[in-house]
């Protein structure tokens, strides 16, 4: 019962920073998330001001809220496959993607945001 409430604790608070940080790209950002409509403003607001990849940290919080909840090793791999596919991804492909897209304002940005584990208060740009 207990992991049952942890797990689906897991997964709301997840889905609520995939909801902010998908509405962010989408409102403060005018893209969204998908690669073929990517924001044209860069989203340094909100969730953004504490960590680089929030939307990244709330769908492996769903996932391994899932996995809790479920009990489920098969999640819990696709969890990890995900986060590790991540941390590849992110800075070799997308980070340079975005220097190239933002230039200077990306590259202060990405000095004084971290990009895994948020900062304890909100970065000032």
Same mark, same amino acid.
């Given at each position: 019962? &207990?992991?049952? !409430?942890?797990? *689906?604790?897991? +997964?709301?608070?997840? #889905?609520?920073? @995939?909801?902010?940080?998908?509405?962010? /790209?989408?409102?403060?950002?005018?893209?969204?998330?998908?690669?073929?409509?990517?924001?044209?403003?860069?989203?340094?607001?909100?969730?953004?001001?504490?960590?680089?990849?929030?939307?990244?940290?709330? &769908?492996?919080? !769903?996932?391994? *809220?899932?996995? +809790?909840?479920?009990? #489920?090793?098969? @999640?819990?791999?696709?969890?990890?496959? /995900?986060?590790?596919?991540?941390?590849?991804?992110?800075?070799?492909?997308?980070?340079?993607?975005?220097?190239?897209?933002?230039?200077?304002?990306?590259?202060?940005?990405?000095?004084?945001?971290?990009?895994?584990?948020?900062?304890?208060?909100?970065?000032?740009?």
């Amino acid at each position: 019962m &207990v992991l049952s !409430v942890f797990g *689906g604790i897991l +997964v709301a608070l997840g #889905s609520i920073v @995939i909801y902010k940080t998908v509405a962010l /790209f989408t409102s403060y950002g005018n893209g969204t998330p998908a690669p073929y409509d990517p924001p044209k403003k860069i989203v340094v607001s909100g969730l953004y001001r504490y960590v680089r990849n929030p939307m990244v940290i709330g &769908v492996f919080f !769903v996932l391994m *809220g899932e996995t +809790v909840f479920f009990k #489920s090793y098969l @999640i819990l791999g696709w969890g990890l496959f /995900f986060m590790m596919a991540n941390l590849i991804y992110v800075p070799f492909f997308e980070e340079p993607e975005l220097l190239n897209r933002f230039g200077d304002t990306y590259s202060e940005y990405k000095k004084n945001v971290p990009r895994w584990f948020p900062l304890s208060v909100p970065w000032n740009s």
